[in-house]
Nanobody, 126 residues
Framework: QVQLVESGGGSAQAGGSLALSCTHS????????VAWFRQATGKEREGVAR????????WYADSVKGRFTISHDGDKRALYLQMNSLKPEDTTMYYC???????????????????WGQGTQVTVSS
């Protein structure tokens, strides 16, 4: 059973930084794609960043490109999202997710990721 647990959310001033972590209960070896999504109240869940376990094929949403960095540490069974130059519009719930490696290419849809964490809140004040 794959379980994902996020941590590291909280509050920051605009222009500041936060780092999110997501630990997973099983080792992801080879053909996995792990990702961060976010979802504001009343809006669809949107992909923020994704990374393939077997290779450094990362992808970022245009809204976070150059500000956020996704990484994965297999030894620690952890996925990270370093968020710099935060903006008030980054305020929302953030979720980590895991799925098959093929979902690290093409359409970045939450429907393609069967495993989810419980979410962590990020609040950025102006």
């Amino acid at each position: 059973q794959v379980q994902l647990v996020e941590s590291g959310g909280g509050s920051a001033q605009a222009g500041g930084s936060l780092a999110l972590s997501c630990t997973h209960s099983v080792a992801f070896v080879g053909n996995w794609c792990v990702a961060w999504f976010r979802q504001a109240t009343g809006k669809e869940r949107e992909g923020v960043a994704r990374i393939g376990i077997s290779g450094p094929n990362t992808w970022y949403a245009d809204s976070v490109k150059g500000r956020f960095t996704i990484s994965h540490d297999g030894d620690k069974r952890a996925l990270y999202l370093q968020m710099n130059s935060l903006k008030p519009e980054d305020t929302t719930m953030y979720y980590c997710a895991a799925g098959g490696l093929l979902h690290c290419a093409g359409l970045f849809s939450p429907r393609n990721f069967p495993y989810w964490g419980q979410g962590t809140q990020v609040t950025v004040s102006s």
